[in-house]
C-alpha cells in the first residue's frame, strides 16, 4: 500500500519509484479524497480529517480482502499510514511494516513548537480558499515544509503545478494534518500511541529539511530497535520526487534484512 502527500496523487507520486520495488508481487496506489482522482460523492472539494482520510483506506483493504501488506507513506500519507496502523493494530493486534518519507506530525518534537509550525500550513490554506492565489498558497507552504530547499526556477514551478492541479482538494488536506497536530496539544500522548504501536518502520528525511525535523527522527529511531532513519543528501521535503530510485534501493534492501 502506497500513500502520497498532500495535493499531489499517488501515480504522479509513485510512479518514478515503482520501476525499482522488487519485493512486492502486488502494489495498492489510491488516491486520497481530495487530490488525484478522487472525489468526494457530491463532487464537491469537502474538508477531510486523518480519521475520516483512514477509514477510507480501511475500507479500500477490507474491499480488496489484504489482511497482510506493508505501507509505504509520504508526508500527509505517512500519519495516515501511522493512524491506520494503529487502528489495525487494536482491531486484530497485527502491526504493518512501514516506510514513512517525512511523515506528517513527527516533524517536531516539541508539540507546541509542531503546532506553531503547522499554522504556516494554515496560512497556506487559507490564502488558497479565501484569495483564490493558488501560486501564493503554494509558496507558503513550501516556505514552511522546505524552507531550506535549494529554490531552482524549474523546480519550484514543477512543484507549483503538481499541487495546483486540485487546489482546494490540497488545502483541505493541509487543514487536516494541522487539526490533528492541534487536537495534539490537548493530547499530547495522542502521537505516542501511534508510535508505540508500531512494529518495524524505516524512516526518511531529507538532508535539506529542518534540523528539528533530523534530530527529532534521530531520537525516535534511537529509542526503538525496530526503527530505523535514513538522510538523504542533496534532498528537501520533496524527496520521493528527487531520489525515487535510491529510496527503493534502500527499502529493498531494508525489507530483505
Known amino acids: ?51 475520516s482520510l483512514t477509514r477510507e483506506i480501511q475500507c479500500l483493504i477490507e474491499n480488496v480482502s489484504w489482511q497482510q501488506f506493508d505501507i509505504i507513506g509520504y508526508s500527509l500519507g505517512g500519519l495516515v499510514a501511522l493512524n491506520l496502523n494503529a487502528w489495525l493494530v487494536q482491531e486484530n493486534g497485527v502491526a504493518h511494516r512501514m516506510m514513512l518519507m517525512e511523515p506528517a506530525s513527527l516533524d517536531r518534537a516539541c508539540v507546541n513548537t509542531l503546532a506553531d509550525v503547522r499554522q504556516r500550513y494554515r496560512l497556506a490554506s487559507q490564502t488558497i480558499r479565501e484569495t483564490g492565489d493558488v501560486e501564493l498558497g503554494v509558496a507558503h507552504f513550501m516556505d514552511g515544509v522546505s524552507p531550506n530547499r535549494r529554490k531552482h526556477p524549474v523546480a519550484e514551478a514543477t512543484t507549483q503545478s503538481r499541487l495546483a492541479h486540485r487546489p482546494i482538494g490540497f488545502s483541505y488536506a493541509l487543514d487536516a494534518v494541522t487539526d490533528w497536530v492541534e487536537a495534539m496539544t490537548k493530547a499530547p500522548n495522542k502521537r505516542d500511541v501511534l508510535i508505540d504501536l508500531t512494529d518495524q518502520v524505516l524512516l526518511f528525511s531529507g538532508a ?29 521535503h520533496s524527496l520521493p520526487f528527487q531520489k525515487p530510485r535510491q529510496i527503493a534501493k534502500y527499502i529493498n534492501q531494508w525489507l530483505i534484512k
Not at 217 to 233: F, G, K
Open 1 to 51: 500500500m502506497l500513500l502520497h502527500g498532500a495535493g499531489v496523487a499517488g501515480e504522479l507520486t509513485y510512479g518514478p519509484m515503482l520501476e525499482h520495488l522488487s519485493y512486492w508481487r502486488w502494489l495498492l496506489i489510491p488516491d486520497l479524497t481530495g487530490m488525484g482522482q478522487s472525489y468526494h460523492y457530491t463532487k464537491q472539494e469537502t474538508p477531510v480529517t486523518i480519521d
Open 208 to 236: 535539506l529539511s529542518h534540523t528539528l525535523l533530523i534530530e527529532h527522527y534521530d531520537e525516535v529511531a534511537q529509542a526503538r530497535d525496530d526503527w530505523q532513519h535514513i538522510t538523504l543528501t542533496g534532498c528537501d
